[in-house]
């Protein structure tokens, strides 16, 4: 999927702005105009997806400041927000039939410390803000106005450091994942395709991440 339809998209992308050099409001209209309401869908796909994705990086950020704690929080059950049915992840117990009423130490952490979901009826009633991730949200915020407010050439520098330092960090935990435990089905799993997962509609809806 990925090499006959997420390479495709994502070349094409590269080659019409590299060859055009404009963005993707102007390139529509310099190629097609009557399609220059994709570029406008584009932009506006673009929003919904930094809302989507600085969300998830706030709660990032907000693991970040709570991996200062020690012991981590989400370690244990010794916490205000914990249940009755806590279980931390180094315990041995036999849960046998009872299991479905225990839950992780780190699932509480993440839904009733971090999302505070018990504070939540559903859809009508979302509950209070949560100041720290609204605070942590503003950061995130702050961080990308600096990075694109002036034009990314002069950025090009610290994406040089950013990018290696990324690449030795995903190949340290490479690396650390084949040592453990299963690790040869997990690779086996990722790199044997199974065919009859392209009739799946969820596979279609992930599909279309790629542009």
Known sequence: MFIFFGLPLFYMEMALGQFHRCGCISIWKRL?????????????????????????????????????????????????????????DNANVSLGNASSNYT?????????????????????????????????????????????????????????FTATVLYVALFALLAHSCTLPGSQAGIKYFLIPDWSKLFNIEVTFLLSQFY
């Open 32 to 88: 097609v105009p009557l399609f220059k309401g994709v570029g406008y869908a584009t932009c506006l796909i673009d929003v919904y997806m930094g809302c989507f994705y600085n969300t998830i990086i706030s709660w990032a950020l907000f693991y970040l400041s709570s991996s200062f704690k020690w012991p981590f929080p989400w370690q244990s059950c010794d916490n205000v927000w914990n249940t009755e049915n806590c279980v931390p």
């Open 104 to 160: 992780n130490a780190a699932e509480e952490f993440f839904l009733r410390r971090v999302l505070e979901i018990q504070n939540s009826d559903g859809l009508d009633n979302l509950g209070n803000i949560r100041w720290p991730l609204l605070l942590c949200l503003l950061v995130i915020y702050t961080i990308v106005y600096f990075a694109i407010w002036r034009r990314p050439l002069s950025s090009g520098k610290a994406v040089w």
